[in-house]
């Protein structure tokens, strides 16, 4: 076989192999985080998580297969047929709970500071909620079921008010908390 044609050859195979792959990647990516979604037995929220890792197997060359990796109503249920798996295939992005926390976010302001919330940090200085009661709580403390019924009374608080309110709160005697006179 001429030399040519092997790098032809190699040159398509390198490039099947890239398409397989990035197919393979593009799922997983698509399908990871945790969603919210109704569950089509009692129409209530449930949290899932669809086995990602599945998805971007099962992708090469076609759609994926899904399937759920959890969900808040296991082990009870957990021989149901995944019917919810409808609602994320329609939309994967927007039952996301970062999609929805992010949509929540928008356009509301800072109950201590007043400051405007832009674009999210998902990564490092996530802004926290507060809730009726006044008490202070990340979002990896509200199940991804009771989440919707959480932000429907929540007050949003940035990241720099949460820091400094729950070490004022947590810590007084490290900190200053100088919205309250000074005893003389």
Same mark, same amino acid.
Request: charged share 20%; hydrophobic share 40%; proline share 7%.
């Given at each position: 076989m001429p030399v040519q044609t092997m790098w032809i050859l190699g040159i398509l195979l390198i490039l099947a192999a890239g398409w &397989?792959?990035?197919s393979a990647v593009t799922s997983w990516w698509k399908y990871r985080g945790e969603r919210i979604v109704r569950c089509p037995e009692n129409q209530r929220p449930a949290?899932?998580?669809?086995?990602?890792?599945? @998805?971007?197997?099962?992708?090469?060359?076609? $759609? =994926?297969?899904?399937?759920?990796?959890?969900?808040s109503r296991w082990p009870e249920r957990a021989?149901?047929?995944?019917?919810?798996?409808?609602?994320?295939?329609s939309s994967p992005h927007d039952c996301l709970v970062r999609t929805i926390l992010a949509k929540w976010y928008l356009g509301k302001r800072c109950v201590n500071c007043g400051? #405007? +919330?832009?674009?999210?940090?998902w990564t490092g200085a996530k802004p926290a909620?507060?809730?009726?009661?006044? $008490?202070?709580? %990340?979002? $990896?403390?509200? =199940? @991804?079921?009771?989440?919707? %019924?959480? &932000? @429907?009374? @929540?007050? =949003?608080?940035? +990241?720099?008010c949460y820091t400094a309110t729950r070490l004022v709160r947590e810590h007084p005697d490290l900190a200053i908390d100088r919205t309250r #006179?000074? #005893?003389r």
């Amino acid at each position: 076989m001429p030399v040519q044609t092997m790098w032809i050859l190699g040159i398509l195979l390198i490039l099947a192999a890239g398409w &397989l792959i990035g197919s393979a990647v593009t799922s997983w990516w698509k399908y990871r985080g945790e969603r919210i979604v109704r569950c089509p037995e009692n129409q209530r929220p449930a949290g899932v998580r669809v086995d990602a890792g599945h @998805a971007g197997l099962t992708a090469i060359g076609k $759609s =994926p297969e899904l399937r759920l990796n959890s969900c808040s109503r296991w082990p009870e249920r957990a021989g149901c047929g995944q019917a919810c798996l409808a609602q994320i295939e329609s939309s994967p992005h927007d039952c996301l709970v970062r999609t929805i926390l992010a949509k929540w976010y928008l356009g509301k302001r800072c109950v201590n500071c007043g400051r #405007p +919330f832009g674009d999210i940090e998902w990564t490092g200085a996530k802004p926290a909620l507060q809730t009726e009661d006044q $008490s202070l709580v %990340e979002w $990896s403390q509200v =199940p @991804a079921e009771r989440l919707e %019924e959480t &932000l @429907a009374t @929540a007050r =949003p608080i940035c +990241f720099a008010c949460y820091t400094a309110t729950r070490l004022v709160r947590e810590h007084p005697d490290l900190a200053i908390d100088r919205t309250r #006179p000074i #005893p003389r």
